[in-house]
């Protein structure tokens, strides 16, 4: 009972402090929805790194040829060369990922 009592009171209070907007009772409401077309948003597109991997095969391919001309029937120098390419390709296409980014970066 005593709740009851305070809300009732509460209430009164509120509404005689709390003033709300007046309503138009003239005014109807809308026969139909508004429908709000949602944008999607586009992520940022997928970073590939095709310079790389075609610097590090073809500076590879280019180190297996250079280690056949030094010696053909070592297998080690091949291999050697071939990596030693390899890793020149990876540091070749790295640069030229960082400039193709920085070139994409200017133009937007």
Known sequence: MIIDINQYFLKRLVRKFIKKMPESKSRHPHKH????IVTETHSKP???NKALLAAILFFAILGFCIG?????TSLTTLLIA???????????GTSINKSLAG??????
């Open 68 to 72: 056949l001309f030094i010696d053909a």
């Open 82 to 92: 071939s990596i030693v390419g390899a890793l020149a390709g990876y540091f070749t």
């Open 103 to 108: 070139n994409s970066d200017r133009r937007q």
């Open 46 to 48: 997928k970073k590939t």
């Open 33 to 36: 929805a508004h429908k709000h």
